[in-house]
Nanobody
Framework: QVQLEESGGGLVQAGGSLRLSCAVPGRIFILNALAWYRQGPGNQRELVSRIGTDSVTKYADSVKGRFTITRDNAKNTVYLQMNNLKPEDTAVYYC????????????????WGQGTQVTVSS
């Protein structure tokens, strides 16, 4: 039983910022990679960013330079700082636990948060 709890979504204007948070059970937090995915209307879920157990990070090209993923081991929380938001960032954002590299791609782990809505208006 693993529960991931996301927060921080909301409605912002283009150019604004939000910080998403995802709380993870402490007993497994440091042993797993954390990632953020998103799914916009009519789109497939896509990887936004990932931070490994070694703190190596990965970003989708569409958010590179605007989003920053961090993990705080003391708080068992992963964050996604989103700056200079654009309307195309509008989506439900999901925290994911345990993603791995496979066949040259990042595949999600088995555990997902409930999702938090991010809406960017213009």
């Amino acid at each position: 039983q693993v529960q991931l709890e996301e927060s921080g979504g909301g409605l912002v204007q283009a150019g604004g910022s939000l910080r998403l948070s995802c709380a993870v059970p402490g007993r497994i937090f440091i042993l797993n990679a954390l990632a953020w995915y998103r799914q916009g209307p009519g789109n497939q879920r896509e990887l936004v960013s990932r931070i490994g157990t070694d703190s190596v990070t990965k970003y989708a090209d569409s958010v590179k330079g605007r989003f920053t993923i961090t993990r705080d081991n003391a708080k068992n929380t992963v964050y996604l700082q989103m700056n200079n938001l654009k309307p195309e960032d509008t989506a439900v954002y999901y925290c994911n636990l345990g993603s791995k590299r496979s066949y040259g791609k990042i595949v999600p782990g088995d555990y997902w948060g409930q999702g938090t809505q991010v809406t960017v208006s213009s």
